[in-house]
C-alpha cells in the first residue's frame, strides 16, 4: 500500500476514538494535533483539565493520555493504518506527550486478537453491582496477556490479597472523606442538571453498597450533598492490580495503554470494569498496594471486574474542542 497523509475525515475520527478513553473525573485531559508532516497524530497532555488535588504529579493524567493513545492505535488499524507509537522523553507542555506515525499501510495480521474497535464505543466505568460469578480463568489470562504486552503487570487477586487492596481503598476513600479541599474538588467536576461535556452526570454516580464490602467512591461528599441510594454488591469483587516496574511519565503512559487494552478486551468478552482509584492517591496506601513477594514495582490502578450491567455514558468533549483549535484539521 502507498504511503499517505491520513485525511481530515480520518484525522476527526481518530480524535473522537482517542476521545472516548477513560479518566479521572471524566477531565479528559488531551489534546490532539496532526505531525508537522501530516503523517501522523501528536497527542499532548491538558494540564488545564488536571485534578491537582488529587493528582499533583499528574500521573493520573498520564495513564488517561495513554488509555486516549492507546484508542488511536485500534482506530488507526481500522481506518488500514499501521500506527507506530513514540513516547517522548519529555515531560513539559510543549512536547507531545506521545507521536503516532499513521503514514504506513496497516500489516495483514491484527495484533490485539479480536477486533476492539467496536469496543471504544461500548467501553463504560460501571460503578454498579456485579454478580458473584467468577471470570473465567481463560478470560484472565487473556487480560493479563494484554496488559503484558503493553509493559505491565495485571495481577487478579486471590481473596486475601482482594481484602486487603479493598480495605487499603476504604482506608483511603475514608482520609479522602475528612479532606474538604479533596472534597471541594471532585465536586467541580460532578455534573448533576445541565447537559455537559466533561464531568460526572448523576446517572453515573452510582450507589452505594449496602454492606460496605465495596469502597465506591463517594462523589457527593461526606455527608452527601444529594440523596444516595444503596444496593448490595458482590460478596467478594473480583480486584486486579496494574504494575509498572518504574513510576516515571512514560511508564504511566504504557500502564494507560496496558489498562484500556485490557479493559476494551474485557468489553468484548462480555465484562464491566470500574476504576477503585482512592489508595493509589495517598502515598503510603498506594506503597502499601504492592505485594512485596511480586518483588519492586509500582501500583498505577486498582480494577474491579465482573459480570453486570453496563455503566452509564458519560459525555465527551467535541472533536472541535480535542483537535487543537490552531490546527487547520479542526472543523
Known amino acids: 500500500m502507498t504511503n499517505t497523509s491520513p485525511s481530515p475525515v480520518d484525522v476527526r475520527s481518530l480524535a473522537a476514538a482517542g476521545g472516548a478513553a477513560p479518566s479521572l473525573h471524566n477531565s479528559q485531559p488531551w489534546f490532539f494535533r496532526p505531525t508537522v508532516d501530516a503523517g501522523g497524530l501528536a497527542v499532548f497532555v491538558d494540564g488545564r483539565r488536571a ?3 488529587t493528582d499533583p504529579a499528574g500521573r493520573a493524567m498520564h495513564i488517561s493520555v495513554g488509555a486516549a493513545v492507546f484508542n488511536l492505535r485500534v482506530a488507526a488499524l481500522h481506518l488500514g493504518r499501521k500506527p507506530v507509537v513514540t513516547l517522548s522523553s519529555h515531560d513539559t507542555p510543549e512536547f507531545p506527550a506521545a507521536v503516532l506515525d499513521l503514514s504506513q499501510g496497516a500489516d495483514a495480521a491484527y495484533p490485539y486478537g479480536p477486533d476492539l474497535y467496536p469496543a471504544i464505543a461500548e467501553r463504560h466505568s460501571s460503578r454498579l453491582p456485579f454478580s458473584n460469578r467468577d471470570v473465567p480463568e481463560r478470560v484472565v489470562g487473556d487480560l493479563i496477556a494484554a496488559a503484558e504486552a503493553e509493559g505491565a503487570v495485571l495481577d487478579v487477586l486471590e481473596e486475601g490479597d482482594a481484602r486487603r487492596v479493598l480495605d487499603l481503598t476504604a482506608e483511603a476513600e475514608r482520609r479522602t472523606a475528612a479532606d474538604v479541599a479533596r472534597q471541594a474538588e471532585t465536586r467541580t467536576w460532578l ?41 448490595r454488591f458482590e460478596a467478594l469483587p473480583q480486584v486486579a492490580t496494574l504494575t509498572t516496574r518504574f513510576d516515571h511519565p512514560q511508564d504511566w503512559m504504557r500502564a494507560g495503554q496496558a489498562m484500556e487494552r485490557a479493559w476494551l478486551l474485557a468489553t468484548v468478552h462480555g465484562l464491566r470494569m470500574s476504576v477503585l482509584h482512592q489508595a493509589v492517591e495517598w502515598p503510603d496506601t498506594r506503597a502499601n498496594l504492592r505485594d512485596p513477594r511480586t518483588g519492586p514495582g509500582y501500583v498505577q490502578m486498582v480494577l474491579r471486574m465482573g459480570y453486570g450491567p453496563p455503566g452509564a455514558p458519560t459525555p465527551r468533549r467535541p472533536v472541535s474542542e480535542t483537535l487543537d483549535p490552531t490546527d487547520p484539521w479542526r472543523e
Do not use: C, K, N, Y
Request: proline share 18%; aromatic share 2%.
Open 191 to 231: 455534573r448533576l442538571e445541565a447537559p455537559a461535556t466533561d464531568g460526572i452526570p448523576r446517572a453515573a454516580l452510582g450507589p452505594q453498597d449496602h454492606d460496605a464490602r465495596v469502597p465506591v467512591r463517594a462523589f457527593t461528599g461526606h455527608p452527601p450533598t444529594s440523596p444516595v441510594t444503596t444496593q
Open 51 to 53: 485534578v491537582p488535588l
